[in-house]
């Protein structure tokens, strides 16, 4: 009882912290401070739940227990890391997103190429990964090679979609323009649509940066060597380890939240001159 009074509290705390941060005038401080607070309330909270009702680690196991996991598996942790992340995401994401920019120039070049490969590649999106995972594992092997060919899949497209909408994004005016410059099309293109397809390109990539560690985690489901951090999530729910499970989630929602941030960062500093990036 003691542990759910104290979870009451926490909460309370919590709450009023935030309502008060929030009410003050908005700054760096009080921004990075909101969700702080929100994210330990929430996890202190979880702590006083499982210990408070004893829920068994099977089923949820406690902060505290995944945290000393976390702690006591790092080297495991790192090896799935380099695996997963670092060889099949990462590959897979600068291949896959490379590709698609440059398939984007050759269909806003040739139109024809639009209209035939855009709906394929709906089509391809609309695909489920636990239908291409196996295939492509037993086309690439078990190793990374196959996890990076399923993440080139899940972001091509969405990278090609965005970057041909953003070429478009451009009106008549402007291109009349640039053709009383006597500008031709590449210069057009670099001087004009490239600047301002910009906030497009970085929409697909920003998709691409969650699709990326997805892609690569689910498909080590379906095959993989002994490491990984696919193949340790299934090993260890088999083996009701479930602290490292959590370990694996919280390597991964740090890796995806830097990646993300991290692309979400260059954004700013190259569409500065974009709308949506003032204030």
């Given at each position: ?137 037993m086309w690439f092997g ?17 990278m090609l979609v965005n ?117």
């Amino acid at each position: 009882m003691s542990w759910i009074i104290a979870g009451l509290a926490i909460w309370l705390l919590g709450w009023g912290a935030n309502v008060y941060l929030s009410g003050l005038p908005r700054t760096r401080t009080t921004g990075l401070l909101v969700p702080i607070i929100f994210g330990v309330t929430l996890i202190l909270i979880w702590e006083c739940v499982v210990r408070g009702f004893d829920i068994s680690p099977v089923l949820l196991p406690a902060p505290s227990k995944i945290a000393i996991r976390f702690a006591n598996s790092t080297d495991i942790l790192w090896v799935d890391f380099v695996q997963t992340v670092l060889k099949g995401a990462l590959s897979g994401y600068i291949v896959g997103c490379g590709s698609a920019f440059a398939m984007a120039i050759c269909v806003d070049r040739f139109p024809f190429l639009q209209r035939g490969l855009l709906p394929v590649g709906n089509f391809v999106a609309a695909l489920p990964i636990i239908g291409m995972a196996p295939i492509l594992v037993m086309w690439f092997g078990f190793d990374w090679q196959s996890k990076a060919a399923v993440v080139v899949v899940m972001v091509f497209f969405p990278m090609l979609v965005n970057t041909v909408q953003g070429l478009q994004a451009t009106d008549s005016m402007q291109r009349d323009l640039m053709r009383t410059y006597a500008a031709g099309y590449w210069k057009t293109l670099f001087k004009l649509r490239l600047p301002a397809a910009m906030p497009f390109i970085f929409n697909g990539l920003k998709i691409g940066t969650t699709l990326a560690l997805i892609g690569a985690i689910v498909a080590e489901f379906f095959g993989s060597p002994i490491r990984g951090m696919g193949f340790r999530i299934s090993t260890s729910v088999g083996q009701l380890a479930l602290d490292l499970v959590w370990a694996e989630i919280v390597v991964a929602a740090v890796v995806g939240s830097a990646f993300y941030g991290g692309v979400a960062l260059l954004e700013k500093a190259v569409t500065f001159w974009h709308p949506s990036q003032r204030g």
